[in-house]
């Protein structure tokens, strides 16, 4: 460091600190301690914070190849619909009931997604329950158990009885709902018959048939 005077107006010298500048190329830190750009100081921050940086960006590159990957590679097909054999579940079922299972054949387009013979919802009564569904959201059920007409009135979940309807000469009590679900209710003797549907008059009506003529 050198020392240089100034003399200033009355004459009198005094001394003036100059700082001369470091190494070509490298900026120092000031008195105050704070970091100017381009010092030592800055690089060292740099060098430790970039590690941080570059673990960042290769996790993130890691991600966007596997996100790649599960886009690119075939996905398993699942049916949208369960489709099952219900007369052929009801040929290995009949020895099992003590009532005649009622069969029907259904309309062209539709298919059957449900068909056993069981205990529901803690019934003290086995049932057989056949599910069908068809076009334009059209869907028909049918369950028959050897019960009570309580268990077949149980079945309508509290749905209003509207009217009582004769098909193929046995007589229905239909029930309906504010959500256009009906319930098709019918029994010979003790075993009760319980047709639920969101479909067609046509349809309910074609259901209702077979299952008069296989119920007498």
């Known amino acids: 460091m050198n020392v240089r005077t100034a003399t200033d107006a009355k004459g009198s010298q005094t001394a003036v600190n100059v700082t001369e500048p470091g190494p070509r190329g490298e900026s120092m830190s000031d008195e105050s301690g ?5 010092s030592r100081e800055e690089m060292r921050f740099l060098r430790k914070n970039s590690n941080w940086v570059n673990m960042i960006i290769a996790i993130l590159a890691c991600l966007a190849v ?9 996905q398993p097909e699942v049916d949208s619909e369960r489709v099952v054999d219900y007369q052929g579940i009801a ?3 009949e020895g099992n009931a003590d009532f005649d299972l009622i069969v029907p054949q259904i309309p062209r387009g539709w298919s059957a997604n449900e068909a056993s013979l069981d205990r529901f919802n803690d019934s003290e009564y086995v049932s057989w329950y056949m599910s069908f569904i068809g076009p334009e959201d ?14 077949a009135k149980k079945s309508t979940d509290g749905a209003v009885a509207a009217e009582t309807v004769t098909v193929g000469g046995v007589d229905f009590q239909v029930y309906r709902t ?12 003790d075993v009760y018959v319980v047709i639920t549907a969101t479909a067609s008059p046509d349809t309910i009506n074609s259901f209702a048939d077979q299952v008069a003529a296989q119920l007498k």
């Open 91 to 93: 040929e290995q079922s």
């Open 138 to 151: 059209q869907w028909v059920s049918i369950e028959q158990a050897k019960a009570s007409e309580n268990w």
């Open 66 to 74: 596997v996100v790649g990957i599960l886009f690119i590679a075939p």
């Open 34 to 38: 704070v970091m100017l750009p381009g």
């Open 178 to 189: 504010d959500e256009a679900k009906e319930y098709w209710v019918t029994h010979k003797d």
